[in-house]
């Protein structure tokens, strides 16, 4: 399969084109030579959050929110967590 790629100036111009595009197969939005971005389908992003919930055990990252460094308290900053070891 081969990847869509579109800048993001050609997305802005023919954004109902793309949006159509993205159901089929996802589209990789370049700014300044690099992917900042990627448009799916809402079946496929559904998909891959179902995905991730099983992975992590039904919800367990939401409700321990170690991923996102957060504090129980509610308090936590929105920072990735680095790996550790």
């Known amino acids: 399969m081969t990847r869509r790629k579109v800048t993001a100036t ?6 109902g084109a793309y949006l159509e595009a993205a159901i089929a ?5 370049e700014k300044s030579g690099r992917e900042v971005a990627v ?8 998909y891959l959050q179902a995905l991730e919930d099983r992975w992590w055990g039904a919800g367990q990252a939401r409700r321990t929110a170690w991923l996102f460094g957060s504090r129980r308290d509610g308090t936590g ?9």
């Open 10 to 15: 050609e997305l802005k111009n023919h954004l």
């Open 25 to 29: 197969a996802p589209v990789f939005v």
């Open 39 to 46: 448009l799916m389908s809402h079946e496929h992003y559904t």
């Open 77 to 85: 900053s929105c920072s990735v967590a680095a790996p550790r070891g």
